[in-house]
């Protein structure tokens, strides 16, 4: 249709019907009211700037430029926002890290934050902790494909089966990594650990349903995984630093992997558990996490994805006098389906796992780009 003004407030419209007559204005065509008569109360004058993106500039000056911006841009500036007063002395800051966040490249990063005082407790998966490990002792994960020109992806992955190369969309892992990768565990974390089952001295899970008479804690566990990667990395001489367990371990952070059964790392602990005293007592972690959460003077949450460590950081603050005063969540999960994964930060509020009164940002885009991004910005403010 093309309308055709014929007077003031007053339009001709043209199509298979015709007619004529004056139109309101469509914001008001269902109101009754006229523009004088309408109060804007959700409305407050604050134009969309438009970001300048030039050479030169820092990650944090572009972070600002896109407070100017709408959509993922003012979402992205209001995280980088949060986590900076997030990073400040007074706050305990709880990280929840899941996805393929070490396999992608992301591990230095987080290794860094632990390093420099920017983690003080660290949830994750058996995953990211296999692949740590994997990078620490002297295997490398590389750029791969997630379709070979000319096959489908069957054919593509059935090609990599044979060939001994596991795929992670668009990365590959050589099979003999994990080779590599359990003589690791067997030589150098689990014997100390058996040892300590043996004795009935697990750690801060110490008095469990040990065959010896002695569990473990899973965080004790990571703690000797984390030694244990980073003697092997200075004795080898491996060109990748130690990685992430390993700086927890040497700055006294906690590890937390709650579901740490769902992974290569966990698969090999139950194996070494059947022939040997060593074993897990999983609920022996949450005293530690809970002891932090009733410690904390003002507490913060950093979630990388979703699953099991959202969940068990944030819900660690059911059981706390207080919630999270700040969070900041990357994900690229909808809430639609009703699954935690998805779940926005206040819908936890409603839990009372945030403050009411909780700084919160979503961002909803590719962990693997706002993460570095995120992370600068914020660094670049503290630091």
């Avoid at 096959?151 to 668009?170: A, F, M, S, W």
Wanted: proline share 4%.
């Amino acid at each position: 249709m093309h309308p055709d003004s014929v007077g003031s407030g007053s339009y001709r419209l043209l199509g298979h019907h015709e007619r004529t007559g004056p139109l309101k204005p469509i914001a008001l065509a269902d109101s009754g009211m006229t523009d004088d008569e309408t109060p804007r109360e959700t409305f407050s004058h604050d134009p969309i700037g438009h970001a300048e993106a030039r050479a030169g500039m820092t990650v944090g000056e572009l972070a600002e430029e896109y407070g100017s911006a709408g959509i993922g841009a003012s979402a992205m500036h209001e995280a980088v926002d949060v986590y900076s007063e997030m990073l400040a002395d007074d706050v305990t800051v709880f990280v929840g890290l899941a996805g393929a966040m070490v396999p992608t490249g992301m591990r230095r990063i987080v290794a860094d934050l632990v390093r420099d005082g920017h983690v003080d407790a660290l949830v994750t998966t058996g995953a990211n902790l296999t692949h740590d490990a994997i990078e620490a002792i002297g295997g490398k994960h590389h750029h791969g494909e997630a379709h070979a020109e000319g096959k489908t992806e069957r054919e593509h992955d059935e090609r990599l089966r044979d060939e001994g190369v596991d795929r992670i969309y668009n990365v590959y892992l050589p099979q003999e990594h994990f080779a590599l990768f359990e003589s690791h565990l067997r030589e150098e974390v689990f014997p100390p650990l058996a040892a300590e089952c043996e004795t009935g001295e697990g750690g801060d899970g110490g008095g469990g349903s040990g065959r010896g008479g002695g569990a473990v804690s899973i965080r004790r566990f990571t703690e000797e995984l984390g030694r244990a990667n980073a003697e092997v990395n200075e004795r080898e001489d491996v060109a990748e630093g130690p990685g992430i367990a390993a700086a927890a371990s040497e700055h006294d952070v906690p590890i937390y992997c709650p579901a740490i059964q769902d992974s290569v790392l966990g698969l090999q602990a139950w194996m070494y558990s059947q022939t040997s005293a060593f074993t897990l007592d999983a609920l022996a972690d949450m005293d530690d996490i809970t002891d932090q959460a009733f410690e904390a003077d003002e507490a913060g949450a950093l979630v990388v994805g979703g699953g099991v460590p959202k969940n068990y950081t944030l819900q660690t603050m059911l059981v706390a006098p207080d919630a999270y005063d700040y969070a900041v969540q990357l994900t690229m999960d909808t809430p639609e389906t009703g699954g935690l994964s998805g779940a926005t930060l206040d819908e936890a509020r409603s839990w009372g796992k945030l403050e009411k009164a909780a700084r919160n940002a979503s961002v909803y885009a590719d962990a693997t780009i706002t993460f570095p991004l995120l992370v600068a910005a914020a660094r670049e403010r503290v630091e």
